[in-house]
């Protein structure tokens, strides 16, 4: 947490001996080393590690060969519910057929299969994972929109729209629009009839849909300040650009999923902006923006944070980059002090959720925009998880 002087001195303290030991081809722990930096246990997705630690602990002359076999089977299963879980979204999302009408939109309904994983693996969240990956496709469509198709006044139209949340006035649009908008009425009315069924959890829909409704009104924003030209102080920037990685629609949907274990309570929490969405908001928006930033000046975008900073304090765009990667740091401390704080009031199964946005954030954009290039750690990781199974 912040202000910690002597965890702070114990974290350089090790990262340097772990730098030396993954430096030194002698050493038997390289390879361990190695992942320790790429994957500190607090920042790591828990499945996404798993399949390391099975081969690692396969390597250990003293391993409990029971155990070893239990943690394979368990994998293969669970592989093999994901395998299910994705065909069913890729089967919807080939029936919608928006891709035919937004071509120039990203095609990212693995990546946002594999979102939702991280967001919560366990096998009783098969529900919450299938409708979190709809909702995540659907909003990089929604990010497209803004971002390079819409002109200003449709876009104005479509988030006015979607603030109403009807079809009046939607005829005058593009017809990519307007079978967008309806895709995403529809999806949340599915949403609803499925969670009406058993009448737990009523309430939970409205907030779903506010959190789409926040998302728009974020994106036609930064659309109004790039039909403007105007560039934003880094803390106007902020503000907005923190709601705009879409956290604030993934969290509500999220909690939906886990049906009766997210009371009204957690939902009016989510509202009150919280510090550990705020700062795991922070930790996705300044990620992304580091490594995107020039891909998306080339595509015609609103400034990064990394443009607003360099504007704003003058300074070039390699020590903006380390000023803004302190701004990560202090923002994994906040939110690490919050998930304790909180943890006396509100489920650590519920905090986890929110707290896993932020280490995909880590996982897709630590070393480059892997939901846009999919190569690297995201293929390996879709590999891992999705294709190849353990040999037993």
């Known amino acids: 947490m912040?202000?910690?002087?002597?965890?702070?001195?114990?974290?350089?303290f090790t990262t340097k001996k772990l730098e030396e030991m993954?430096?030194?081809?002698?050493?038997?722990?390289?390879?361990?080393?190695?992942?320790?930096?790429?994957?500190?246990?607090l920042?790591?997705?828990?499945?996404?590690?798993?399949?390391?630690?099975?081969?690692?602990?396969?390597?250990?002359?003293?391993?409990?060969?029971?155990?070893?076999?239990?943690?394979?089977?368990?994998?293969?299963?669970?592989?093999?519910?994901?395998?299910?879980?994705?065909?069913?979204?890729?089967?919807?999302?080939?029936d919608l057929k928006l891709m035919k009408e937004l071509y120039f939109a990203r095609d990212r309904m693995v990546e946002s299969y594999i979102w939702a994983l991280g967001v919560f693996y366990e096998p009783k969240y098969s529900y919450g994972r299938i409708i979190l990956a709809k909702i995540a496709v659907l909003t990089i469509l929604l990010d497209d929109i803004y971002d390079v198709y819409g002109t200003f006044d449709e876009l104005e139209l479509f988030t006015n729209a979607i603030e109403r949340w009807d079809s009046i006035g939607i005829e005058k649009l593009p017809k990519c629009m307007k079978v967008l908008y309806r895709a995403i009425l529809k999806v949340y009315e599915e949403i609803e009839k499925d969670i009406s069924k058993d009448n737990i959890i009523p309430y939970a829909i409205h907030y779903a849909k506010e959190g789409m409704k926040r998302q728009c009104?974020?994106?036609?924003?930064?659309?109004?300040?790039?039909?403007?030209?105007y560039m934003p102080t880094f803390e106007e920037y902020m503000k907005?650009?923190?709601?705009?990685?879409?956290?604030?629609?993934?969290?509500?949907?999220?909690?939906?999923g886990m049906g009766v274990a997210a009371s009204q309570e957690v939902?009016?929490?989510?509202?009150?902006?919280?510090?550990?969405?705020?700062?795991?908001?922070?930790i996705g928006r300044l990620m992304n923006d580091i490594t995107s930033h020039k891909f998306?000046?080339?595509?015609?975008?609103?400034?990064?944070?990394?443009?607003?900073?360099?504007?704003?304090?003058?300074?070039?765009?390699?020590?903006?980059?380390?000023?803004?990667?302190?701004?990560?740091?202090?923002?994994?401390?906040?939110?690490?002090?919050?998930?304790?704080m909180k943890s006396t009031k509100l489920s650590t199964v519920i905090l986890m959720r929110v707290l896993n946005h932020g280490r995909l954030s880590e996982f897709f954009?630590?070393?480059?925009?892997?939901?846009?290039?999919?190569?690297?750690?995201?293929?390996?990781?879709?590999?891992?998880?999705l294709i190849d199974p353990i040999p037993i």
């Open 2 to 12: 912040n202000g910690e002087i002597i965890l702070d001195k114990a974290l350089a």
């Open 22 to 41: 993954a430096m030194d081809f002698s050493c038997p722990y390289r390879d361990e080393a190695k992942y320790a930096l790429r994957w500190p246990i």
């Open 43 to 94: 920042k790591a997705l828990p499945r996404l590690i798993t399949k390391h630690h099975i081969s690692t602990y396969e390597k250990d002359p003293l391993k409990n060969n029971v155990l070893l076999k239990f943690a394979k089977l368990d994998y293969n299963a669970m592989q093999k519910l994901y395998q299910k879980e994705l065909y069913e979204v890729s089967r919807w999302w080939k």
């Open 217 to 229: 009104r974020a994106y036609f924003a930064e659309a109004k300040w790039f039909h403007e030209g």
């Open 240 to 256: 907005v650009a923190i709601v705009s990685t879409c956290f604030y629609v993934y969290v509500p949907i999220s909690f939906v």
């Open 267 to 282: 939902f009016e929490w989510v509202e009150s902006d919280p510090m550990l969405l705020k700062a795991s908001g922070i």
């Open 296 to 340: 998306e000046q080339e595509r015609g975008h609103i400034d990064s944070a990394v443009e607003c900073y360099m504007k704003q304090h003058e300074v070039s765009e390699e020590d903006a980059i380390i000023e803004l990667a302190k701004e990560i740091t202090k923002a994994w401390k906040d939110m690490i002090e919050d998930y304790i």
């Open 365 to 385: 954009y630590k070393k480059e925009d892997g939901y846009t290039f999919v190569h690297g750690d995201t293929k390996h990781f879709i590999t891992a998880m």
